[in-house]
């Protein structure tokens, strides 16, 4: 499974790749799209979209997990937000690609086990996890493969359901008590 995770804003969103292979993670890719803050809001939301089409292309991803909408005092801020928010629905929906959503809180708790981290703790977790040897200048590419890394551990933990004990032990024949 190869995530695209993304941490959506106007003037900086950040991106990360990874591929869960067996609970096995690899970073493939790790970076921002600066906007520059004299560009108009649809010459800005141009950019995030021709890019991630490129990312999207260039890594083919099986998922698109992003961070949800956060609201704060500044009203103009969340509206910003929720226009970038809109291309990234547009991306997935044209790629065929399915997108999730993870607040902030929870993506802390997935990857520090603590809904309160810093942005410097996740940035420290996500060097050490994915072997990083610099840490990225913006904290926008680090809180992206946090979502991407929360996306997988997300699906990576959910149960399979088998319909009968037949189809169970022959899925885990190891659990299977072998008398001489």
């Not at 590419?141 to 009968?164: E, G, M, P, Q, Y």
Request: glycine share 6%.
């Amino acid at each position: 499974m190869i995530i695209l995770g993304i941490d959506p804003g106007s003037l900086v969103t950040g991106y990360g790749v990874i591929s869960n292979q067996n609970r096995i993670y690899k970073m493939l890719d790790v970076g921002v799209i600066k906007n520059n803050p004299a560009s108009n809001m649809s010459e800005r939301l141009n950019l995030i979209y021709t890019d991630l089409k490129k990312i999207i292309k260039k890594f083919n991803p099986t998922e698109i997990a992003i961070e949800t909408a956060f609201y704060g005092k500044n009203v103009q801020s969340a509206l910003r937000i929720g226009e970038v928010r809109g291309v990234l629905l547009l991306i997935a929906a044209q790629s065929n690609l399915p997108i999730f959503e993870y607040s902030p809180r929870s993506i802390k708790k997935a990857v520090t086990g603590n809904g309160n981290a810093t942005k410097h703790q996740i940035q420290f977790i996500m060097s050490k996890t994915f072997g990083m040897k610099t840490l990225p200048k913006y904290f926008d590419s680090t809180d992206a493969l946090a979502i991407a890394l929360c996306h997988s551990h997300r699906t990576s933990n959910t149960k399979k359901v088998f319909k009968d004990w037949k189809s169970y032990i022959q899925e885990h024949p190891e659990k299977i008590l072998k008398r001489n």
